[in-house]
C-alpha cells in the first residue's frame, strides 16, 4: 500500500502536467476585468480664448504708434508719451463702439508701444 500512494502520486501529477486549458488565448484575455490602464482617460478641451479683440487693437495701436512717432520726428523729440497718455488715447480710439472692451484697449496700449518704439530706435 505504501508504494501505490506514490505511485499515484506520480500519475497525477503526470496527468495534471499534459493537461492543456481548453480556452483561447484571446479568450482569456477578454475575460480578464479591464485594468487602469485600459480605462479611456477624458479629454480636457479648454473654453476658447477669445483673442480677437487684442488683435484688432494691437493693429489700430500699432499704427497710431508707428504715425505718431514718425510725426514727432520732425520735431526732434522721439519719447514716447507716459502710459497714461497712451491710455487715454486707446480710450479716445475705442469711442462709444462695444466691440472695443477692454481687451481691444489693452492690445491698443501694446500695439502703440511697439511700434512707437521701433519707429523709434530706427529699427522699421
Known amino acids: 500500500m505504501r508504494a501505490t500512494v506514490p505511485l499515484m502520486v506520480v500519475v497525477a501529477l503526470s496527468v495534471l ?6 480556452k483561447p488565448a484571446a479568450v482569456k ?3 480578464q476585468p479591464a485594468g487602469v490602464a485600459a480605462l479611456k482617460v477624458p479629454e480636457h478641451v479648454p473654453p476658447p480664448v477669445e483673442t480677437q479683440p487684442y488683435e484688432d487693437g494691437f493693429a489700430v495701436g ?3 504708434g508707428e504715425s505718431d512717432a514718425r510725426s514727432r520726428k520732425g520735431r526732434g523729440s522721439r519719447t514716447m508719451p507716459g502710459d497714461d497718455e497712451i491710455a487715454v488715447l486707446a480710450l ?3 469711442g462709444t463702439n462695444p466691440d472695443r472692451g477692454p481687451k481691444w484697449q489693452q492690445g491698443f496700449v501694446a500695439g502703440y508701444k ?3 518704439e521701433r519707429i523709434a530706435k530706427g529699427l522699421r
Open 29 to 31: 484575455k477578454a475575460e
Open 17 to 22: 502536467a499534459g493537461c492543456d486549458d481548453p
Open 92 to 94: 479716445e480710439a475705442a
Open 62 to 64: 500699432g499704427k497710431a
Open 114 to 116: 511697439y511700434d512707437f
